[in-house]
């Protein structure tokens, strides 16, 4: 960044589990199961850094076995739990003609779904895709889209997503030859670790506050809502683009939470110098 003035960013990259929505995808299918105890103790180690993805992936989907129909549950649940004021920002930042990106470590079916009704096109999303075993289920009616919901899980197509340094990789893909700087808002170690092909990482501690993560962070946002990330991306020229449009309450609630002190912790102190300075006067 520049010395005297606070960056915009074009590429906004989210990750979707205790980012998006207050859950983790992969334990609300556990607990429809009755396994949530053992599986969620893996997500949290994975999450924190104690355990390679890779380690517990595989791991935690034998233990479940989920169906396309319980997946679709599982989207219901990340529409009914979304982060506060998540869809506004997206709304915002699409509205600036920021591209937005979903890049989750959980299962596709779900979060490409719950991504679309947040407002994220399909082709910006990417998560963990399943083979079905088509033999499960009423295998019979296979033509028929009821029997194909009840077909249960067969395998997992391992990716960049299936192991802790991976979404790196994905980052890279997505952006392409898009021209812009990067950010990227996550709360786990897998996102922490994909810091080198960003500009800005934001740790997300709203839902989990993880030490790791915070320790790590440019910035570390640990607030209900993701409001805050709107003036981070847009800068001084997002909100003169924004101002007397229905986003500007938003932007806003963004700024105030920041002016709070608690909700925003800033890793680089000339970081937050620069944020202040850029909004000193609307503060």
Known sequence: MPDARWSTFDLIFFDCDST???????????????????????????????LDLADVYGKRLRAIKPTRAQLKAV????????????????????????????????????VKGFGRRLGVE?????????????????????????????????????????????KSAIIRELAGALPGRRMMVGDGSSDLAATGEVDLFVGYGG????????????????SASLAPVLPMAAG??????????AHESLFRKGLSLARGGESLHFGVEKLQDRFIREFEDIF
């Open 20 to 50: 998006l929505s207050t859950i983790e995808g992969i334990d609300e299918l556990a607990r429809l199961k009755g396994k949530a105890g053992r599986v969620g103790l893996l997500t949290n180690k994975a999450m924190d850094g104690e």
């Open 236 to 245: 001084r020229r997002g909100w003169e683009t924004l101002r007397g449009t």
């Open 207 to 222: 839902v989990v506050a993880r030490e790791r993560v915070k320790a790590g962070s440019d910035l570390f946002l640990q």
């Open 75 to 110: 989207e219901e649940r990340y529409w009914a739990t979304i982060v506060e004021d998540a869809q506004g920002v997206v709304a915002a930042l699409k509205a600036l003609d920021k591209h937005v990106f979903i890049i989750s470590g959980g299962l596709i079916d779900a």
């Open 122 to 166: 399909p082709e910006h999303i990417r998560a963990v895709e399943l083979e079905y075993n088509e033999l499960s289920g009423r295998w019979w009616d296979y033509a028929e889209p009821q029997a194909q919901q009840s077909q249960t899980y067969l395998d997992f197509n391992k990716s960049p997503l299936t192991i802790s340094s991976g």
